[in-house]
C-alpha cells in the first residue's frame, strides 16, 4: 500500500497541548482529539480533500490526560482520560457526559465498541466488557491474555462483525482473540520491541493499522497472521518524527488520520488502494 501525507494540523498558540488521540465519527465528517491539556477538540473532516473544514468544538470534561476516544455512533462518544480509572460515554452535541463505568483497578488506555457493547482496557492489564443497556460490567479478559499484572493494554480494536479483538500491549505485542470463543488465536510485533501505541482494524477486516513509540505506522494483514505468525506480514507505511500516539482509518473511504508526540494530526490517503 502507498501513501501520501495530505494534511498536518497543529493548534495555534492557544494551548501547548499534545493531539495525543484521534476518532473519525462513523460518517467520516467529524474527526474528535483528545489532549494532554485535558481537552478533546471536534472539527469537521473532508476526505475527499483530505482536509478539516469547519471551526473547532471544544470539550473540558476531563480533569486530565485525554487517554482516548472513540465514537459509538453518530452522536455518543466513548473517552477516557485524568487517571479517575472510568469509561465516561458522552453526548457530541451538547457535550455533556451520559454514564460513567467504573471497575478498572488503574488507568484506562483505550476504548472501543461494536452495537450495545463498549470495551475498555487499562493498565491493569485487563480488559472490561460493558453493556452499554444495562450500563453494567458483564466479563473481564485478563488471564486468556497473559496480561493480568503483567502488562498494560495500550489499545483496542474490534473487527466489523464484533468477534475478533486486536489489542496491543505496552511491551509491543500485538494478539488477536476470539471474543465469541473466549481464545486467544495469534500474537504478533508490528513494530520494534516497545509500546504499540494503537491498532485499528480496516472495514476489510483483513488489515490492522498500527501506530507505535518509535514513530512508525504499519500496516498487517491479520488472516496471514492467523495463518502463520511467525511470517512477517507487515509493511511500514509511514513515520512521524516523535511517538505515533493514535491512528484511525476513514470509515468509508481509502484515508487514515496520525496523532503523535511531535504536535501534530496527520491525515493521510492511500495511492494505489487497499483491498475491500
Not at 37 to 57: E, L, M, P, Q, Y
Request: proline content about 2%.
Amino acid at each position: 500500500m502507498d501513501v501520501r501525507i495530505c494534511q498536518c494540523c497543529s493548534r495555534g498558540t492557544d494551548t501547548t497541548g499534545l493531539r495525543l488521540h484521534c476518532s473519525l465519527e462513523p460518517t467520516g465528517n467529524v474527526l474528535a482529539t483528545g489532549s494532554n491539556d485535558k481537552s478533546v477538540i471536534v472539527v469537521g473532516f473532508d476526505a475527499d480533500n483530505c482536509i478539516s473544514n469547519s471551526t473547532d468544538r471544544e470539550f473540558s470534561f476531563h480533569k486530565g490526560t485525554v487517554r482516548d476516544i472513540h465514537f459509538h455512533d453518530d452522536n455518543t462518544m466513548l473517552s477516557v482520560g485524568g487517571g479517575d480509572n472510568l469509561l465516561h460515554l458522552s453526548d457530541v452535541e451538547k457535550g455533556v457526559e451520559l454514564f460513567a463505568y467504573s471497575g478498572h483497578t488503574a488507568t484506562i488506555h483505550t476504548v472501543t465498541s461494536h452495537r450495545d457493547t463498549l470495551i475498555s482496557g487499562s493498565e491493569d492489564g485487563t480488559i472490561r466488557l460493558w453493556d452499554r443497556r444495562s450500563n453494567t460490567c458483564t466479563r473481564v479478559i485478563g488471564a486468556a491474555l497473559g496480561t493480568q499484572g503483567k502488562s498494560g493494554i495500550s489499545s483496542l480494536s474490534l473487527n466489523n462483525f464484533g468477534n475478533l479483538l486486536c489489542g496491543s500491549r505496552d511491551d509491543g505485542l500485538c494478539m488477536l482473540y476470539d471474543i465469541e470463543m473466549g481464545k486467544l488465536l495469534a500474537a504478533f510485533s508490528p513494530h520494534t520491541p516497545v509500546t504499540c501505541k494503537s491498532v485499528q482494524f480496516y472495514r476489510n477486516p483483513r488489515y490492522i493499522l498500527s501506530g507505535s513509540y518509535d514513530g512508525t505506522i504499519a500496516l498487517t494483514c491479520a488472516e496471514q497472521v492467523l495463518l502463520n505468525p511467525e511470517v512477517n506480514c507487515t509493511e511500514i507505511l509511514g513515520t512521524h518524527r516523535d511517538k505515533v500516539t493514535d491512528v484511525t482509518w476513514h470509515p468509508t473511504k481509502q484515508a487514515f488520520a496520525t496523532c503523535s508526540a511531535d504536535r501534530t494530526v496527520c491525515l493521510w490517503t492511500a495511492k494505489d488502494g487497499v483491498d475491500d
